[in-house]
Structures are given as structure tokens and as C-alpha cells.
């Protein structure tokens, strides 16, 4: 099992930047995927970017060029650096761990939750 902690949201104006950060209760060194996921008031949750355990990452195509993905295995940490932020950028942002258990098969770890708001 593995508790996720995010940080790093808040408020900021269009054009602007934010990092978000997730920290892990164990290593991440065998996690298969790690991800950043938002949700906006009335939408479903959606993926913006995941990362697997060789640094292979994905992005939503509403964030390519402006968000990047990374993971610091050694501080069991994965961070969300958001550029030129939009107003519709604006949504709770999860941290999620997909990772294959032993006997169990694949689970899903999600953390509780930052909100990152942008103003125009």
C-alpha cells in the first residue's frame, strides 16, 4: 500500500506557473505508472500526464507543451510543473499510483486532492 500527498496548488493568474508536487509513503521505485489527473466542477476526472518507472510519459493533448511530468525516485516523489496555465486549467489535481500487486493484480493509489485555480 502507498499514501499519496499532494501540494502545491493555489491560485494564480492566467499565463502563469505552478508546480505541484506528490509525495509518496514508500518508494516509488517499483510503482508501474505514476499520474496527475484533474477534475473540474461538473466533469469527469480526466488524465493530464503519467510517467512510468522508465521515465515514458504521456500528456493530455489540452496540456502538451505547457505541463511537464517528472519523479525524484530517491525523495519518493513525483512533481507536475504547469506552465502558461489557462482558466480552464482549473480543477482539483490528483496524484495517482497504477501499479501491479502481488495476488492482487493492478491497483490504483489516489491521493486527497489539491485545487488549483486560474483567474483571467
Known amino acids: 500500500q502507498v499514501q499519496l500527498v499532494e501540494s502545491g496548488g493555489g491560485l494564480v493568474q492566467a499565463g502563469g506557473s505552478l508546480r505541484l508536487s506528490c509525495a509518496a509513503s514508500?518508494?516509488?521505485?517499483?510503482?508501474?505508472?505514476m499520474g496527475w489527473y484533474r477534475q473540474a466542477p461538473g466533469k469527469q476526472r480526466e488524465s493530464v500526464a503519467t510517467?512510468?518507472?522508465?521515465?515514458?510519459?504521456t500528456y493530455a493533448a489540452s496540456v502538451k507543451g505547457r505541463f511537464t511530468i517528472s519523479r525524484d525516485n530517491a525523495k519518493n516523489t513525483v512533481y507536475l510543473q504547469m506552465n502558461s496555465l489557462k482558466p480552464e486549467d482549473t480543477a482539483v489535481y490528483y496524484c495517482?499510483?497504477?501499479?501491479?500487486?502481488?495476488?492482487?493484480?493492478?491497483?490504483?493509489?489516489w491521493g486527497q486532492g489539491t485545487q488549483v485555480t486560474v483567474s483571467s
Open positions: 510517467i512510468t518507472n522508465d521515465d515514458t510519459t
Open positions: 495517482n499510483a497504477h501499479t501491479f500487486v502481488f495476488r492482487t493484480g493492478w491497483v490504483d493509489y
Open positions: 514508500r518508494s516509488i521505485f517499483s510503482i508501474n505508472n
